[in-house]
């Protein structure tokens, strides 16, 4: 089933560079030649929403994007996912 995720960058693994991380070998099978976006959900979060999300001790949602285009980090990305078998990993479809 496929979802629309708004999401921030974090942090950004071209494929050239996969070897060079740390990468769990389920992860790394799964992203093959394409690139491997950790993601913040919810896009750059205000001000308001970091202290909420302090406030109620529940972190802001991290999520991990396998896309065949690369982005930058601080990029906000809006794409449609479906779901991996690895929790918290999804593929642009």
């Known amino acids: 089933m496929s ?3 708004e999401a921030e960058v974090i942090h950004a693994v071209p494929p050239s560079e996969q070897g ?7 992860l ?3 992203a093959g030649s394409g690139h491997v976006l950790v993601c913040r959900r919810g896009g750059h ?8 999300a302090m406030l109620r001790r529940k ?4 999520v991990t994007v396998i ?7 601080g990029e906000t990305i809006d794409a449609v996912v479906e779901e991996t078998a690895i929790a918290g990993v999804y593929r642009v479809v």
Do not use: K
């Open 45 to 52: 979060p205000s001000i308001f929403e970091l202290v909420w």
């Open 3 to 5: 979802e629309r995720i």
């Open 20 to 26: 060079d991380h740390d990468l769990e070998p389920d």
């Open 67 to 73: 896309s065949e285009t690369g982005a930058v980090e």
């Open 59 to 62: 972190p802001i949602e991290p």
């Open 28 to 30: 790394q099978e799964l």
